[in-house]
Each structure stands twice: as structure tokens, then as C-alpha cells.
């Protein structure tokens, strides 16, 4: 059992009414549960968005900028905010670290991100279609730029950036519209 898996060092405290929790079995699996009001508090992983932008046979990149994956290179990414639509914050992504407003289409992919066990998310790829804006990195990018599909930018920072260029070069991307950046 890693960090991750192991309830006890999730939360120290009941998000409800503040009491103390402790692990007790519930279905069968470890559960914090709030030893005042009874609360079970179950951890969620994040919802990240990124969106794939296409010109020709190249696809957009940007590397990041600071924290545990600076220098590595990413599809425009980020999570998803309360209250948000997928699709909104996928486009709102997209423009903080890129520069470049696009319509979000067809969902790409769906997968579970396990590279960080203190942090797992479940990722949504997106199709993106440039309709304005400059590029320029921003955000949490230092650099962007269209790089080949069958040549994308080392490192990579996501193991799943690199699953989901796989099933794009297995024959997914002429569902990604041809964007033209001027």
C-alpha cells in the first residue's frame, strides 16, 4: 500500500464539522470517518483537461515552466475549477498558457493519471481549434511550439501525454481540426 492508497494520511480532520477522523473499514476498504458526526470522507481524484491542437502532422507543446516537471514538455493542460464546464476550462487553459483562444471539440481520451500518487487525477484530451489569439507562452510555460506528431519534445512531463500521442498516431488524429496559426 503506497501514500496514496492508505486513507490515514489523507486528512487529519473532518471537512463537516472538524472532529478527528479515523480509519475504520466501510465495504470492505479503509475510510477515514469523522469519530464525531460519522462522516465518511472519501478522496477524489482531480479532473485535468488538456487540449490537442493540430496544424497539418504537428501538434501544440509547451514546456513547463516551474515545479516537479520544469524543463519537461506537455499538451496545453491544467484542472478543472469548480463549477466548471470541461470544455470552458479546457479552452481556458489553452488560452492562459498558450496565448491561443480555440473552440473544444471531440473528447479525445479518458484516462487515469498515476505518475503523482499524492496527486491522481483522471484526464480528459480534448480537440482544439485555433479561432484567435497569439501564441506565446504563459502560465505555467515558458516555451510553446507545434512539434511533429511522430517526434514530439523530450522529455515529455505525462506519461499519459505520451499514451494519448500513441493512440493518436494509431489513426485518431483527423478527428482533431487543422488549425492555421498565423
Request: charge should be negative.
Amino acid at each position: 500500500m503506497t501514500a496514496s492508497d492508505d486513507p490515514s494520511t489523507a486528512f487529519r480532520f473532518c471537512p463537516g464539522c472538524g472532529g478527528l477522523l479515523e480509519v475504520r473499514a466501510i465495504r470492505d476498504a479503509p475510510r477515514q470517518v469523522c469519530r464525531a458526526c460519522g462522516r465518511v470522507v472519501y478522496r477524489h481524484p482531480a479532473v485535468g483537461v488538456a487540449v490537442v491542437v493540430r496544424r497539418g502532422e504537428t501538434l501544440l507543446f509547451g514546456r513547463r515552466a516551474r515545479g516537479p516537471y520544469r524543463g519537461a514538455w506537455c499538451l496545453p493542460c491544467g484542472y478543472v475549477e469548480w463549477g466548471e464546464e470541461v470544455r470552458a476550462a479546457a479552452a481556458r487553459e489553452c488560452r492562459e498558457e498558450t496565448g491561443l483562444i480555440v473552440t473544444v471539440g471531440a473528447v479525445l481520451a479518458v484516462h487515469s493519471n498515476f505518475h503523482d500518487p499524492e496527486r491522481l487525477t483522471v484526464g480528459i484530451w480534448l480537440a482544439g481549434e485555433v479561432v484567435g489569439g497569439e501564441l506565446a507562452p504563459g502560465d505555467d510555460l515558458d516555451r510553446v511550439g507545434f512539434f511533429p506528431l511522430a517526434a514530439p519534445p523530450e522529455p515529455l512531463a505525462f506519461p499519459t501525454d505520451r499514451r494519448v500521442l500513441a493512440e493518436l498516431q494509431a489513426g485518431a488524429l483527423d478527428r482533431i481540426p487543422d488549425s492555421t496559426v498565423g
